[in-house]
């Protein structure tokens, strides 16, 4: 998920951060705390964040609120979110308030469990999105696929 980033990749959001797993992925990559913002949704794990990832930007907020919290131009939305689980408004809102933050060529990656897409063929013609396949993440249990998502 941070393959590509680094101390020059700009912004970077995370949506659904859990433990901070993934962001410490990105942190090893170079990119520096006060380039990262997360938008985790679970008291623990905001405290758990906020205790273990000094000074890295930590909202205590769903992730379609962003837009109202992080300025325009973010290089990366990176979303561990089990979207596939979710209606598909909400599925439509996450997708659309990270569309909403990113910069013009900005990438929004999105792993999932499943063997199918994680953000639905309407929601991509919807919001005039493109999708790339990356690689599947065979030491992740359960094995993982990322997909990154781009303005077409």
Request: proline letters at 11%; charged letters at 15%; a positive charge.
């Amino acid at each position: 998920m941070s393959q590509g980033l680094g101390p020059t990749s700009g912004r970077v959001v995370e949506f659904g951060p859990g433990t901070g797993a993934l962001t410490r992925g990105i942190l090893a990559a170079g990119v520096a705390p006060a380039d990262i913002t997360l938008f985790e949704m679970s008291p623990d794990f905001v405290t758990h964040l906020r205790q273990t990832l000094p000074g890295v930007t930590i909202h205590s907020a769903a992730a379609q609120l962003a837009p109202n919290l992080v300025p325009k131009g973010v290089a990366r939305v990176i979303s561990g979110l089990p979207l596939l689980s979710m209606p598909s408004g909400l599925r439509h809102a996450i997708v659309k308030a990270g569309f909403d933050i990113l910069a013009p060529d900005g990438v929004f990656s999105q792993f999932t469990y499943g063997p199918n897409l994680p953000i639905s063929p309407d929601v991509m013609a919807d919001l005039g999105l493109s999708v790339r396949k990356g690689p599947k993440v065979w030491l992740n249990l359960p094995p993982a696929r990322v997909y990154h998502f781009y303005r077409a």
